[in-house]
């Protein structure tokens, strides 16, 4: 199959969310950042921190699915630019990362020290924050459980709805006992949020970019399936891995012992594959039985 070959990716078809997105949350940062200064606020420049996270990946996720669907003029991208989605959510997760740390960083270094917070800033940008990002949330949710590209992106935008709800709780607290410290414990729980969000999308970043099996699907189950085909005797060399979001991919040698069956054993083998397991795109081998050495390759 040649490297013109297209396919579609979900990444493509939610690109109108990212844009819409990236400019509400671009917009109001410079919002929260000016409030933030103004107010002193820890929680309020660590939400503000975040939303530039949040600016820097809604922004790297647009570009990426642009450079995705761009047909390779190269010719060495035989699977074309598929993968800078996954790229640009790992970017995502370092940021979602760097900016938890931060947060964490500044919290512990005001414990214990004198900090003039302003509750009043706080809730009301706080408020406004709380609104754009669950219209951000609304408009990325239909896209995050098709593309990991928009899942990472969704939920940057996830976390930073937190932030803001705990933007309004510092100011709250801060405004009813008259201590600080609230601000300095929701800046830390923020940032503890955050990290929890990264490190679980990381791994599903680092199982894509491993070449791992596709979660929710069972390699042994797959060989199982294949070596049921009529026609089919043995079945070696499998690999299933995933491109990007919504796109599977699978090799395997099939064995078969009547050559006039081969036609047909290719075309069960791949239905099977896109029916059963939602593999669309598969490299298959048909062998004779008698054939020796492919079967003995130890990876």
């Given at each position: ?11 493509a ?6 844009a819409t997105?990236?400019?509400?949350v671009?917009a ?5 950042l000016g ?11 660590s939400?503000a921190g975040?939303?530039a996270?949040d600016?820097?990946t809604?922004?790297a996720?647009?570009?990426a699915?642009r ?7 190269t ?11 996954v790229?640009?959510s790992?970017?995502?997760?370092i ?6 740390l ?6 512990i270094?005001?414990?214990g020290g ?5 509750s009043?800033?706080?809730l009301?940008?706080g408020?406004?924050?709380?609104a754009?990002?669950l219209a ?9 459980g098709?593309s990991l590209?928009?899942?990472?992106a ?11 709800v705990?933007v309004?709780a ?24 955050v990290?929890?969000r990264?490190v679980?999308?990381?791994r599903?970043?680092l ?9 929710g699907m069972d390699?042994?189950?797959v060989a ?7 026609g089919?005797?043995d ?21 078969t012992?009547n ?13 099977l594959l896109?029916?059963r397991?939602?593999v669309?795109?598969a490299?298959?081998?048909i062998?004779?039985a008698?054939?020796r050495?492919c079967d003995?390759l130890?990876w």
């Open positions: 199959m040649g490297a013109g070959h297209g396919h579609g990716h979900a990444g078809r939610h690109r109108w969310r990212l997105a990236f400019c509400l671009g109001y940062f410079f919002v929260e409030y933030g200064l103004v107010s002193g606020s820890l929680a309020l420049l939400d975040h939303m996270a600016v820097v809604l922004g996720a647009l570009v699915t450079i995705a669907a761009r047909p390779d003029t010719g060495r991208r035989s699977y074309g630019s598929y993968r800078a989605e790229f640009a790992l970017l995502a997760v940021m979602m990362l760097g900016v938890a931060y947060v964490v960083i500044e919290a270094g005001r414990i004198p900090a003039e917070v302003s009043g800033p706080m009301v940008v408020a406004i924050g709380l754009v990002n951000a949330l609304m408009i990325l949710r239909a896209g995050a098709e590209n928009v899942k990472g969704y939920l940057e935008v996830m976390a930073d709805t937190a932030g803001s705990g309004i510092a100011g709250a607290l801060v405004a009813t006992t008259g201590q600080a410290l609230w601000d300095t414990l929701v800046a830390l729980a923020i940032g503890a949020f990290a929890v990264a679980s999308l990381g599903q970043v199982a894509v970019l491993g070449q791992h099996v596709p979660e390699a042994a189950a199982t399936d294949l070596a049921a085909i009529d089919v005797s079945v070696h060399d499998l690999h299933l891995w995933t491109l990007t979001s919504g796109m599977h991919v699978a090799t395997a040698h099939l064995v012992a050559p006039d069956d081969n036609h047909a054993v290719l075309d069960r083998a791949r239905d896109l029916r397991h939602g669309a795109h490299t298959l081998q062998e004779p008698d054939h050495g003995e130890g």
